[in-house]
């Protein structure tokens, strides 16, 4: 197994708890398991937790929480996990709901080894992009955030596609300043073309709304 | 004490004998009055025998004449007896016949009690004794006979024409059981009757030297009664033994409907174990595949499979001696026990569907007595019922509660109470007609089975609107074990 990062045994049956946990273990894969949702969500609101990338595989019959509450209450404190569900009889709108929610997969509970084994690294990997994506996303916003009102109002026009004549105009300053706040714009943002400008806001999702320009 | 005298004993204290036991018979199950005719007839034929033995012993004509007389009224009895006997065992008797028999019998018992000295004879001239089982007895030497005496001849005919006819008419109506009847009656009442009709009337009219006698072959038709209304208790009892049989088929046919309620539930309750069996033997296998093992993490592998079988055979025994098909078996139980068994069966099927099972244990409950398997049944039927209930219950409010508490007179009660929506005062009761359901895919036959059994059990399951709440609770008692508190 290459994939790094923790997987959650959530699981009231101590006893396929711990067969789990063994054998995932000897497989190469970091384990830790918990006997309820609870018990999972409270280690997961503290701090450690959050740095490590990981995915949570889960009985879906389970007392207290089940697995499906896991899953959203985990959605809705922002620790958005990839699910794996394990069942003893497999029933279709349960695995509905759950792939609804971003489950990675829906096993028996005696499903084959090399099934489980994949599917966690799945998940894993999708954690592990995930968070990739957000610290990605989080440099980016943070090179945003620099801009000043003014630079913030000429980007939308030039990934608008408009000439700093334009500009100018709808601004109502002179096109000498539009292009000083342009090269203010790609020395803060660190980009050299307005295509790779356009991309970054794109992937940052501002200005999203007008797509007509789109070919 | 001469052989007659004995002979005629013993005939009628065997008439008496039987009289008496039918009499009893007829008293338990007053419906059946063919019981009430053959006790009726055998006392009768117990009179007549004294009379008879009066009329051998007798020393003058005016004493035979008193014996004489006084056989009228047993014969009276006996053969109005014999035609209802025929009329009820049948059912294929002419009725306007029977009742014409009835009106001539009466006239010749109330002739023969207003004249003198008999409703055949206006005067016994002298007596003569013949030679008779070895000894001396008197008989009627000669005779003067009434000429009213064809209104006997007459009745005794129809007699025989109305058992003839109802026999012909049983014979026609076919069936095997039906045309056995018919052959009884023929060999075992016809027979007997025609030839006592035919003595007795050539006795009475002179034509032949012998004693007046009845008893003998009336004798032979109260044994084939007897045996005939016998042959029904043991056909009664044979029926209840088969009632016996389909209630316990039909138990065990509503064991086997809730255990396909819980099919799903049974199936998780197994897959828990099994799954944790695998994984732990890919874990070994991963071990194994090490080129130095682990041989304590293999040893601690191998005694959690060998538990993990354990607990799956467990469930598969648990559920096996429910579909095992079997008569009571009453035993003192600790009704906890039972409870907790029941509750490990649902326990999955209650989590899948997000009901809360409490079970209120009262400490130092007695035992009651029971069949184990037959009060799972119950339990489980009442628990499920309560599930499904609660349905449409909003997910906070899915509740079935078990409680056990002793009570009165040695008796235990135990109460299902679900938080479902619950029924109208009316319809409470309806629950427990057969095939009455609130469920669209229910048999409506669980309910009805569980009262049964617990009526077997000697106690009582009805139900009513939850205390406090809208749902309902179903409650039972059951006896208490005779001894310790468990």
Request: charged share 20%; with cysteine; proline share 4%.
């Amino acid at each position: 197994m290459s994939a790094a990062g923790v997987v959650y045994v959530v699981d009231d049956d101590p006893s396929f708890r711990r067969a789990v946990t063994r054998m995932l273990t000897a497989a190469g894969l970091s384990v830790q398991s918990y006997s309820s949702g609870t018990e999972l969500l409270a280690h997961l609101s503290g701090d450690a937790a959050a740095e490590e990338s990981g995915c949570v595989l889960a009985d879906l019959c389970m007392p207290g929480l089940d697995g499906l509450q896991l899953q959203q209450a985990c959605t809705e404190a922002g620790m958005a996990l990839p699910f794996v569900f394990l069942t003893g009889h497999g029933d279709v709108p349960s695995a509905v709901s759950a792939m609804r929610h971003g489950a990675v997969d829906f096993l028996d509970k005696c499903a084959p080894q090399q099934a489980l084994l994949t599917s966690l690294e799945r998940a894993l990997e999708r954690d592990a992009n995930a968070r990739a994506a957000r610290v990605k996303r989080g440099q980016l916003e943070q090179r945003f955030a620099a801009l000043t009102l003014r630079e913030r109002e000429v980007l939308e026009h030039v990934v608008h596609g408009r000439m700093n004549k334009q500009i100018a105009a709808a601004l109502g300053i002179h096109e000498r300043t539009v292009k000083l706040h342009r090269n203010a714009i790609t020395t803060k943002l660190g980009v050299r073309s307005v295509a790779e400008l356009t991309t970054l806001t794109r992937e940052i999702g501002l200005f999203a709304e007008p797509r007509q320009s789109c070919p | 004490m001469s052989l007659e005298t004995t002979l005629w004993s013993m005939q009628a204290a065997a008439a008496l004998t039987l009289a008496v036991l039918y009499g009893v018979v007829w008293s338990i199950d007053r419906r059946n009055l063919a019981n009430l005719t053959l006790c009726v007839v055998a006392v009768a034929m117990a009179v007549a025998a004294r009379d008879e033995v009066g009329m051998m012993h007798a020393a003058t004509t005016a004493e035979y004449g008193e014996w004489a007389r006084l056989i009228y009224l047993p014969v009276f009895f006996a053969l109005i007896g014999l035609v209802l006997f025929v009329q009820l065992f049948l059912g294929t008797g002419r009725l306007w016949l029977l009742w014409t028999i009835v009106g001539a019998r009466v006239a010749v018992i109330v002739g023969n009690f207003l004249s003198y000295p008999t409703f055949a004879w206006r005067e016994i001239v002298a007596l003569r004794h013949v030679p008779f089982l070895g000894g001396q007895v008197a008989l009627a030497g000669s005779t003067v006979v009434r000429s009213w005496n064809w209104l006997s001849l007459a009745s005794c005919a129809l007699i025989i024409v109305f058992v003839a006819d109802a026999v012909l008419r049983a014979w026609r109506r076919g069936g095997a059981e039906g045309r056995r009847k018919a052959l009884v009656v023929a060999v075992g009442v016809g027979l007997p009757l025609i030839f006592t009709i035919a003595y007795a009337e050539a006795v009475l009219l002179g034509a032949l030297p012998l004693p007046l006698l009845v008893t003998p072959a009336f004798l032979i038709t109260i044994l084939v009664m007897a045996v005939e209304l016998s042959r029904g208790f043991l056909l009664t009892r044979q029926t209840r033994q088969e009632l016996e049989e389909l209630r316990s088929e039909l138990a065990r046919a509503g064991r086997v409907t809730a255990l396909g309620q819980l099919a799903s539930a049974l199936a998780h309750e197994l897959s828990q174990p099994l799954s944790a069996i695998l994984r732990n033997a890919e874990a070994a296998e991963i071990h194994l595949g090490n080129p130095a093992p682990d041989l304590d993490e293999l040893r601690e592998i191998v005694a959690d499979i060998r538990k993990d079988d354990q607990r799956a055979g467990d469930v598969i025994e648990q559920m096996r001696s429910l579909i095992k098909r079997r008569t009571l078996q009453m035993y003192p139980l600790a009704l906890n026990e039972v409870v907790e068994d029941v509750i490990s069966l649902v326990h999955s099927d209650a989590l899948a569907r997000h009901v809360a099972l409490d079970y209120v244990m009262t400490p130092g409950l007695p035992l009651v007595s029971g069949d184990r398997v037959h009060l799972s049944q119950v339990l489980l039927n009442l628990i499920i019922n309560g599930m499904d209930a609660t349905q449409a219950s909003p997910a906070y409010n899915k509740r079935v509660v078990i409680e056990a508490h002793p009570r009165e007179e040695g008796r235990v009660e135990v109460a299902v109470t679900d938080s479902g929506p619950g029924l109208p005062a009316g319809v409470i009761d309806k629950v427990f007609d057969p095939f009455y359901t609130t469920k669209s895919g229910g048999l409506g036959m669980g309910l009805p089975i569980s009262r049964t059994i617990i009526e077997a059990h000697g106690g009582r399951l009805w139900a009513e609107r939850a205390p406090g709440g809208c749902g309902l609770t179903f409650r039972f008692t059951l006896a208490q074990a005779q001894g310790a508190v468990s």
